[in-house]
């Protein structure tokens, strides 16, 4: 089964369809999918929701980097995106 999915779905793509690449600044992966937006205050990140903050920390902060400050778990964060149909590229 694995093998037929390797097979249908090409490289860098997701069962799920929708990809976040980690390493992508916040603004980045924001502007590819708004509603992240929407997702990253539910777990804490009540700042990008000004859109001053995503213009300017945004443009250089990553999702890891965002966690680290507001010692919000990894886990906790790919349980979310996952949970909404996120596959998380690290």
């Not at 603004?27 to 992240?36: D, F, G, L, M, Q």
Request: glycine residues 8%.
């Amino acid at each position: 089964m694995l093998q037929l999915l390797r097979q249908i779905i090409p490289k860098g793509a997701s069962a799920m369809g929708k990809v976040i690449d980690l390493s992508k600044s916040v603004y980045e992966i924001c502007k590819e999918h708004p509603e992240v937006v929407a997702i990253m205050k539910e777990l804490g990140f009540e700042n990008i929701t000004n859109p001053g903050m995503l213009q300017t920390a945004g443009r250089f902060m990553t999702i890891p980097k965002g966690a680290a400050m507001k010692h919000i778990p990894m886990e906790k964060i790919k349980e979310a995106f996952t949970a909404r149909g996120y596959d998380l590229k690290e």
